[in-house]
């Protein structure tokens, strides 16, 4: 048997564990059996009593309360179309919503990755209005905010008085974000085009991990890769052999297309 055939074996045998695992504390919790054990709380005896990271154990504190209403997150779990994490993330949205309510969201979560589920909880951000002129040698924005948002940003401001003003705080993050992009400069030189090749180690043909992405925005010159397109806005990557048909994540499998082709390409 290879190394790799050994793994897979033991990746089975982990989430087998896991919802093992979460049988058992279903089992404690229902018979509130640490009370007698010294301990206040199902979490409490996560941490202190079966040693725990406090992170870990509201994973699973947070899994044993959904199973109780929806038993079915166990077998999915194991198939792995749903993570810890993922309902984790969900708890604290859905934890009063009623239970058809709690089975359509967690249907809707299955083979996403953590940070698509993260995204489907944000509250809507309040829009901010922009007005901007264009000059010969400079450009001028003109920024509406209401009062809550100013608030916002005046705390992080005096928060980093130490290090910017407005104006060099307002830059700072705006490179911060262009390098979570790969994007070092405005253009990307072309010597950066040429790092190694990124391959993802997900099964799940749906995450694409973030270098993966962002070697194959770099690699599309950030551009829209439908022909004749050349859009720079609303971009997305796209399984060229799509996921339903048995598509992966492979770099070779991936383009960059903008929200209009990709919803055009179906």
Same mark, same amino acid.
């Given at each position: 048997?290879?190394?790799?055939?050994?793994?897979?074996?033991?990746?089975?045998?982990? *989430? +087998?564990?896991?919802?093992? =695992?979460?049988?058992?504390?279903?089992?404690?919790?229902? %018979?509130?059996?640490?009370?007698?054990?010294?301990?206040?709380?199902?979490?409490?005896?996560?941490?202190?009593?079966?040693?725990?990271?406090?992170?870990?154990?509201?994973? +699973?504190?947070?899994?044993? $309360?959904?199973?109780?209403?929806?038993?079915?997150?166990? /077998?999915? =779990?194991?198939?792995?179309?749903? #993570?810890?994490?993922?309902?984790? #993330?969900?708890?604290?949205?859905? $934890?009063?919503?009623?239970?058809?309510? /709690? %089975?359509?969201?967690?249907?809707?979560?299955?083979?996403?990755?953590?940070?698509?589920?993260?995204?489907?909880?944000?509250?809507?951000?309040?829009?901010?209005?922009?007005?901007?002129?264009?000059?010969?040698?400079?450009?001028?924005?003109?920024?509406?905010?209401?009062?809550?948002?100013?608030?916002?940003?005046? *705390?992080?401001?005096?928060?980093?008085?130490?290090?910017?003003?407005?104006?060099?705080?307002?830059?700072?993050?705006?490179?911060?974000?262009? $390098?979570?992009?790969?994007?070092?400069?405005?253009?990307?030189?072309?010597?950066?085009?040429?790092?190694?090749?990124? &391959?993802?180690?997900?099964?799940?043909? %749906?995450?694409?991990?973030? %270098?993966? +992405?962002?070697? &194959?925005?770099?690699?599309?010159?950030? *551009?829209?890769?439908?022909?004749?397109?050349?859009?720079?806005?609303?971009?997305?990557?796209?399984?060229?052999?799509? &996921? $339903?048909?048995?598509?992966?994540?492979?770099?070779?499998?991936?383009? &960059?297309?903008?929200?209009?082709?990709?919803?055009?390409?179906?």
């Amino acid at each position: 048997m290879t190394i790799h055939s050994e793994l897979l074996e033991l990746c089975k045998q982990e *989430k +087998r564990i896991t919802s093992e =695992i979460l049988t058992k504390l279903q089992e404690m919790e229902n %018979r509130r059996g640490y009370l007698d054990m010294g301990y206040n709380s199902l979490f409490d005896y996560l941490v202190r009593g079966l040693g725990y990271s406090e992170a870990t154990a509201y994973q +699973r504190q947070a899994c044993v $309360r959904l199973v109780k209403e929806v038993p079915e997150i166990k /077998k999915k =779990i194991d198939q792995g179309s749903l #993570t810890l994490s993922a309902v984790t #993330t969900a708890f604290k949205h859905i $934890r009063k919503k009623p239970v058809a309510e /709690k %089975r359509k969201l967690l249907k809707s979560m299955e083979n996403k990755s953590s940070r698509e589920v993260k995204a489907m909880f944000l509250e809507p951000t309040p829009h901010i209005k922009i007005k901007k002129t264009e000059y010969v040698d400079k450009v001028l924005l003109r920024l509406e905010l209401s009062h809550k948002q100013n608030q916002k940003l005046e *705390k992080l401001t005096a928060l980093k008085s130490h290090k910017h003003n407005l104006e060099s705080l307002l830059m700072d993050l705006v490179e911060k974000e262009l $390098r979570s992009y790969g994007i070092d400069q405005l253009k990307a030189p072309e010597s950066n085009k040429s790092k190694e090749f990124v &391959v993802s180690r997900s099964k799940n043909p %749906r995450q694409i991990p973030k %270098r993966l +992405r962002n070697h &194959v925005l770099m690699s599309a010159d950030y *551009k829209c890769q439908h022909p004749g397109c050349d859009s720079d806005h609303f971009l997305q990557i796209d399984h060229i052999f799509p &996921v $339903r048909l048995g598509g992966d994540q492979r770099k070779s499998n991936l383009q &960059v297309l903008c929200a209009a082709h990709n919803r055009h390409k179906g």
